[in-house]
C-alpha cells in the first residue's frame, strides 16, 4: 500500500505540475514551490516509512533524501532547480533546527571535568583529520597529471588542489549524526561520543580548510587562489560562531519566560532569523545554529535540555523537510563524468577514517573499531564551503565544486547507513528502539493499518 501511495503522489504530482506549467496557472516561482513542497513531503514521509520497514531496516532519514532526489530536477524532474531554490529558506531553517538539536547535546563543562574521555576525544579527532588529510592530498598530488582538475595545471597548483581536498575530507556532519541517533533511537556511549565528536570536528574542520587556503594561495601559481580568501573563511567561521553565541543568549534569556506553548513559536523565530541571516551577511546555517545550542546548553543547563526536548519532540517533521529538500540538492548528475574520481576520492576519505581511528585508539574496544564509520556524513556544512572554495579557485571553480558537491551526495547517503551497522553492531540500536521517536498522530492516518505509519 506504501509503494502503491508513493508511485500515486508522484503520477499526481507530475499531473499537476504538467497543467499548471502549461496553463499558466501557478506563474510566480513561490506557487509553484508551494504545490511542489507539499507533494514532497507527503511523498518523503511514506518513502522513509517504506525504507525503515524494508528488509534492510533503513534510516527513514535515507529515504527521504532518495525521494528528494527522485523528484529533484537531476532524475524525473517533478521540482524544477528554480522551485528549489525558492524553498533554500525552508531548508536552510530546517538546517539550523537540527544543528541547534545538536549543540544543545554538548555538555562542555561535563567534557572538562572528564579529563580522560577530553583526552580520548582529542586524540581520536586527530586521527580522524589527520589521516584522511594526508591519504587524500598524497594520492591526489601523486596522480596529479592525469588528475582533471590539475591535468594541465603546474605542480605548485596541483599541491594547492592537493592541500584542499584533503582538507575537505576531514569535514563531517554533525546534523546528520544527530538526525541518524535521533531518529532511530539509539542510546549509548558510541550513539553520545560521536555526536560530541562530530561537533568539535566540523569546527575544527574548517579551521583546517582555512589554514591550508592561508598556505595554498602564496604556494600556488599567480591568480590560481584569489586573495584574500583566507580572511573570508575566517570571517565566515568566526562571524558564524559570534552570530550564534549572540543568538543562544538571547534565546537562553527568553526561554526563562517563555511558557511550554510557545516554545514552538520561538524555534520558528530562530529559524527564521538563521536562515535570513545565511542569505543577507553570508554565515553557515550550521556554525550559527550549533554555536547557539552549545551557548544555551552551557549558560543553563536546565532550559538547554528542555529546549532539547522540545526540538525531539518535533524531529520528525524537521527531518522530513530538511533531507527531502536536500535530496533534491544531492547533486549526483556530476558523477556521470566523474564518477572514477568521485569514487576514489571517497574510496581514500573513508579508509582514512578507519586508519586514523585504528592509529589513535589502538585495534581494542568498539569505539575505536565503529567509531569511524560515525563520521562517514557530510552535510550542510561541506556544501557551504565547497562555494567558498569555488569563489577561491576561478580557473577550476565550476568544476572543483561540483566534484566536491558530488562527494557530499556520497557521503550524505553512505554515511547514515555505515552510522546505523555500528550502532547495530555495538547493540545500541534495537529494532523495538526504532520506533522510539514519537510520530505525530496526524501522519499516522497517511499509511495503511498494517503499515504503522
Request: charged content about 15%; overall charge positive.
Amino acid at each position: 500500500m506504501q509503494w502503491l501511495l508513493l508511485a500515486f503522489s508522484f503520477v499526481i504530482m507530475a499531473v499537476l505540475q504538467r497543467f499548471a506549467r502549461a496553463g499558466g496557472v501557478l506563474a510566480s516561482v513561490e506557487a509553484r514551490a508551494t504545490l511542489s513542497l507539499g507533494f514532497l513531503l507527503f511523498a518523503a514521509y511514506l518513502g522513509g516509512g517504506i525504507a525503515q520497514r524494508s528488509r534492510l531496516r533503513l534510516p527513514r532519514i535515507v529515504g527521504y533524501l532518495v525521494v528528494g532526489f527522485l523528484a529533484g530536477s537531476g532524475w524525473l524532474g517533478l521540482i524544477r532547480s528554480d522551485e528549489v531554490q525558492a524553498l533554500s529558506p525552508i531548508a536552510t531553517g530546517a538546517l539550523s533546527l537540527i544543528a541547534l538539536a545538536a549543540g544543545c547535546e554538548l555538555d562542555v563543562r561535563s567534557l572538562a571535568l572528564r579529563g580522560e574521555r577530553r583526552v580520548t576525544l582529542l586524540r581520536m579527532m586527530a586521527g580522524a583529520m589527520a589521516i584522511p588529510f594526508a591519504v587524500v592530498a598524497l594520492v591526489v598530488l601523486t596522480i596529479s597529471p592525469w588528475f582533471p582538475l590539475t591535468a594541465h595545471q603546474p605542480f605548485r597548483d596541483a599541491i594547492a588542489f592537493a592541500l584542499v581536498l584533503g582538507a575537505m575530507a576531514a569535514l563531517v556532519s554533525p546534523t546528520t549524526t544527530l538526525a541518524l541517533v535521533t531518529d532511530i533511537g539509539a542510546e549509548g556511549s558510541l550513539a553520545r561520543t560521536m555526536v560530541d565528536l562530530t561537533i568539535v570536528q566540523a569546527v575544527a574542520g574548517v579551521l583546517l580548510l582555512i589554514v591550508v587556503l592561508a598556505i595554498a594561495q602564496p604556494l600556488a601559481s599567480g591568480g590560481a587562489v584569489r586573495p584574500g580568501i583566507a580572511f573570508r573563511g575566517l570571517l565566515l567561521l568566526f562571524g558564524s560562531l559570534a552570530g550564534g553565541a549572540a543568538l543562544g543568549l538571547g534565546a537562553a534569556q527568553y526561554l526563562r519566560v517563555l511558557r511550554e506553548r510557545y516554545v514552538e513559536w520561538a524555534l520558528l523565530i530562530a529559524a527564521f532569523l538563521v536562515s535570513q541571516a545565511v542569505r543577507l551577511v553570508q554565515l553557515d546555517p550550521v556554525l550559527v545554529a550549533l554555536a547557539a545550542g552549545v551557548t544555551v546548553r552551557n549558560i543553563d543547563s536546565r532550559e538547554g535540555e528542555r529546549l532539547s526536548s522540545e526540538l525531539k519532540r518535533c524531529a520528525v517533521p524537521v527531518y522530513v523537510v530538511f533531507f527531502a529538500l536536500a535530496g533534491t540538492n544531492l547533486g549526483l548528475d556530476a558523477l556521470g563524468e566523474m564518477w572514477p574520481w568521485v569514487l576514489l576520492l571517497v574510496g581514500l576519505r573513508i579508509n582514512g577514517l578507519r586508519w586514523g581511528f585504528r592509529w589513535a585508539g589502538g585495534a581494542g574496544g568498539d569505539f575505536a573499531q565503529y567509531g569511524w564509520l560515525g563520521l562517514v556524513s557530510q552535510g550542510g556544512l561541506a556544501i557551504t564551503l565547497a562555494a567558498l572554495l569555488r569563489r577561491a579557485f576561478p580557473e577550476s571553480n565550476v568544476s572543483l565544486e561540483a566534484l566536491l558537491v558530488a562527494m557530499v551526495g556520497v557521503h550524505q547517503l553512505a554515511g547514515p547507513l555505515c552510522f546505523q551497522w555500528a550502532l547495530r553492531r555495538t547493540g545500541e540500536v534495537t529494532e523495538r528502539e526504532r520506533n522510539a521517536l514519537h510520530v505525530p498522530e496526524t501522519a499516522v492516518a497517511v499509511g495503511s493499518g498494517n503499515s504503522g505509519m
